[in-house]
């Protein structure tokens, strides 16, 4: 957010010092837009210098929030996860579809629908 900041200010300084330099005769069409650009370019700068703050404030918030309630995770085993109430682990059943038909051996063609 800071490198376009400086980049929009830069940019409107080359405006403006190119727009200095332009003669009223030499512009027929487009003075208008030349201005719009330049005024575009100057309100740019302040839109993205509150943007650069805002960045700079929640990232200061999270550092300072990071640095007081960071705890490091113990080094032991997690505990498994508690299995659903009033189910015994003796009626546990394969998943389904997982045993496998006796596979033909050779090429066989995809079905044709």
Not at 7 to 34: H, K, M, P, Y
Not at 43 to 49: G, H, M
Not at 54 to 69: L, P
Request: hydrophobic share 40%.
């Amino acid at each position: 957010t800071g490198l376009w900041t400086f980049l929009w200010f830069i940019g409107f300084c080359f405006l403006t010092n190119q727009w200095s330099w332009t003669r009223a005769e030499d512009v027929f069409i487009g003075a208008d837009s030349a201005r719009a650009a330049i005024t575009f370019s100057f309100f740019s700068i302040f839109s993205w210098a509150l943007l650069l703050t805002f960045a700079y404030k929640r990232y200061k918030m999270g550092v300072e929030d990071f640095a007081q309630s960071y705890a490091d995770p113990s080094p032991g085993v997690p505990t498994p996860y508690s299995s659903y109430p009033n189910i015994s682990h003796e009626s546990y059943q394969q998943p389904p579809f997982t045993h496998t038909a006796e596979a033909p051996e050779g090429y066989q063609p995809p079905p044709v629908y």
